[in-house]
C-alpha cells in the first residue's frame, strides 16, 4: 500500500513521516518514530497504556490513524521532562512509588497531565474518574492517586508564589 | 490490519459524492472508537474510511432556545457533556454522553458513532428517543430527517443506506415543565458497558404528569420504547405508588437475554429499578422548570 506523508507537531517539534493509513498513531510513534515511551496493552482503547495528548485531549494512540496526525499537535511521555529535569508529575510518581514495572507509567503520567491542565484541585474522586482509563496490574493506584494528588498540590503552590 | 485508503473530506457534499460512486466499499468514520476495534478483528473490511469529522458541517454546535439544539454527527461525547446548554437544558443526555467509556474514549467516541454503530447498549441512543430526537441523513440524492427511535433495527443493523451519513442531530426546545435523566446499570462505575440503561423524559403540571417517554437500552436487540408504561403515566399525579407500577410495566416490555454481564431476571429487575430512579430524577427537575 501507498504511503501518505504526514506533517504534524510532534512534541513542540515540527515532524514529518510516512505511514500506511492502516497503521494507529501507536505504530507510528513506536515503529516510524521509534518513540517507545508510549505503551501497547491491549489494542482496544481499554488499558490506556497507550495514552497520548492530541490537540491537548487525552486519547488512546491505538484507536487513532497514523495519518489523523496530519496537522495536529502530539504530546507524548517523551515531551514531560524539559531536558534533564523531570516534570513534577513525573518526581511525584518516583516519590510515591507509584509504579513498580512501570508498562502503565507513560499511559497514567499522560492522563494525568490531561487532568491537571484543565484542573490544578481536582478531588480525590475527579482524579480516579480521570484515571479510570489506565490499567494498572502492580501498584493497587493508590500510590497513583496519591502522586497526582501531590503533584497537583506542589503545582498549585508554585502558581500562588511563584 | 487489513489495507485501505483513507480519505479526510472537507465538506459533506465530498463524502456523499463518495458514498455514491463506492457505496458498500466505503465506510464512514470518526472517532474509530467502534471501528477500529472491529477492523482489527477482521470484522469489517472498508477499502475507503472517510473521515467524517474532517468535513466541518458534522462539527456543528449550536442551542437556541426557541429551537432547541442541534448537535453535528461528529461532535465528541467530552464536548456533549461538557457543554453549558446540554447540562442545564438536556441532563439526561449530558449524562448518557459522560458515561461511554473513559476520558480517551470520550474524547473521540461521537454521537453519530454511537447511533451508527448499532449495539442495543448504546448509551446516548436511549437518551437520544427520550428527547424526541431526529438524525439529520445525507446523500446525494438529498437530505431526510429520520427519528432517532426506529433508527436501529437489529443489533449492527440500521435504516442507513450505504449512500448516507449522518450529519448531525435535531433535538426539540426545551419545554416548561420538562426534563430528561438517564441511568444505567454497570459493575463498575466506569469504562463498562450498560448490562441495562433507561432513558426517560417527562413533562410535569404541578405533581402531574402531561407526558413522558422512557426507552430501554441493554434488553432487547434494539432499544425499547416502553409504550404501556408512558400510556399509564400520562395525567396521573406522580407518587411513589404510580412511579413504581409505571416501573413494572417498564420491566414487562424489556425483552432481556442471558449473557455474562447479567441473567434475564435480574435485567429485568434493573429495568424497574432504573426507571423508577431515573422517573424520580426528572420529575424533580421538571419541577424546577415549571417557572
Ligand atoms: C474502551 C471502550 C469503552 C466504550 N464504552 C462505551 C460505553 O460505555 N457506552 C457506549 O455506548 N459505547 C461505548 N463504547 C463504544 C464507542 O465508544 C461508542 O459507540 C462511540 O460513540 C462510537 O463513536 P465513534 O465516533 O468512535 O465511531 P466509529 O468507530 O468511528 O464508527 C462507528 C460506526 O458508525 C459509523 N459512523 C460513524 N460516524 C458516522 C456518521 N456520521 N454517519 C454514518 N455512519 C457513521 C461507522 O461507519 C461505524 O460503523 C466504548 C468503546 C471502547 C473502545
Ligand atoms: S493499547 Fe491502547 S488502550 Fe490499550
Ligand atoms: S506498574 Fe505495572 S502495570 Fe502499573
Redesign the pocket.
Known amino acids: 500500500m501507498r504511503k501518505v506523508a504526514v506533517q504534524t507537531t510532534l512534541n513542540g517539534e515540527p515532524v514529518e513521516f510516512l505511514c500506511e493509513p492502516r497503521q494507529s498513531l501507536?505504530e507510528v510513534l513506536r515503529d516510524v518514530l521509534n518513540l517507545t515511551g508510549t505503551?501497547?496493552?491491549?489494542?482496544?482503547?481499554?488499558?490506556?497504556?497507550?495514552?497520548v495528548l492530541f490537540d491537548g485531549r487525552v486519547v488512546?494512540?491505538?484507536?487513532v490513524l497514523g495519518v489523523e496526525a496530519q496537522g495536529a499537535q502530539i504530546q507524548t511521555v517523551e515531551g514531560l521532562a524539559h531536558g534533564n529535569e523531570l516534570s513534577v508529575l513525573q518526581r511525584k510518581f518516583l516519590e510515591h512509588a507509584a509504579l513498580q514495572c512501570g508498562i502503565c507509567t507513560p499511559g497514567f503520567l499522560i492522563a494525568a497531565k490531561a487532568l491537571l491542565d484543565h484542573n490544578l484541585n481536582p478531588s480525590e474522586s475527579e482524579v480516579r474518574y480521570a484515571l479510570a482509563?489506565n490499567l494498572c496490574r502492580c501498584t493497587g493506584y493508590d500510590k497513583i492517586v496519591r502522586a497526582v494528588m501531590d503533584a497537583a498540590k506542589e503545582m498549585r503552590e508554585r502558581e500562588a508564589y511563584g | 490490519m487489513h489495507e485501505f485508503t483513507y480519505v479526510a473530506p472537507s465538506s459533506v457534499e465530498e463524502i456523499v459524492q463518495f458514498l455514491a460512486q463506492h457505496r458498500e466499499k466505503a465506510r464512514p468514520f470518526c472517532g474509530g472508537t467502534d471501528i477500529l476495534v472491529q477492523m482489527r478483528s477482521g470484522v469489517r473490511r472498508p477499502s475507503y474510511l472517510l473521515d467524517v469529522k474532517t468535513a466541518p458541517e458534522t462539527r456543528l454546535f449550536e442551542f437556541d432556545p426557541a429551537k432547541g439544539l442541534r448537535i453535528g454527527a461528529a461532535v465528541p461525547c467530552a464536548d456533549v457533556s461538557a457543554d453549558p446548554a446540554v447540562r442545564r437544558y438536556y441532563p439526561g443526555l449530558a449524562e448518557a454522553a459522560n458515561l461511554i467509556g473513559s476520558v480517551?474514549i470520550r474524547n473521540r467516541a461521537s454521537l453519530g458513532g454511537n447511533l451508527a454503530n448499532a449495539s442495543p447498549a448504546a448509551d446516548t441512543v436511549p437518551a437520544l428517543i427520550a428527547l424526541g430526537a431526529k438524525a439529520v441523513l445525507r446523500s446525494v440524492q438529498g437530505q431526510r430527517e429520520v427519528p432517532v427511535e426506529g433508527f436501529v433495527t437489529a443489533p449492527g443493523r440500521t435504516i442507513l443506506n450505504a449512500d448516507e451519513v449522518i450529519t448531525e442531530f435535531v433535538i426539540p426546545p426545551p419545554q416548561r415543565g420538562g426534563a430528561d435523566a438517564y441511568l444505567r446499570f454497570v459493575p463498575r462505575n466506569e469504562m463498562d458497558i450498560a448490562v441495562a440503561g433507561v432513558g426517560v423524559f417527562v413533562k410535569m403540571e404541578g405533581q402531574r404528569c402531561v407526558e413522558a417517554r422512557i426507552v430501554l437500552g441493554a434488553v432487547g436487540p434494539t432499544q425499547i420504547v416502553a409504550s404501556e408504561a408512558m400510556a399509564y403515566l400520562r395525567g396521573r399525579t406522580l407518587n411513589e405508588g404510580v412511579v413504581s407500577h409505571a416501573a413494572e410495566l417498564a420491566a414487562q416490555a424489556a425483552s432481556p437475554i442471558d449473557d455474562v454481564r447479567g441473567t434475564r431476571e435480574f435485567r429485568r429487575h434493573l429495568v424497574a429499578v432504573l426507571t423508577r430512579r431515573s422517573l424520580l430524577a426528572a420529575a424533580k427537575r421538571a419541577q424546577a422548570n415549571q417557572s
Open positions: 501507536l505503551k501497547e496493552g491491549c489494542l482496544t482503547g481499554d488499558c490506556g497504556a497507550c495514552s488512546c494512540s491505538c484507536l482509563g | 480517551q
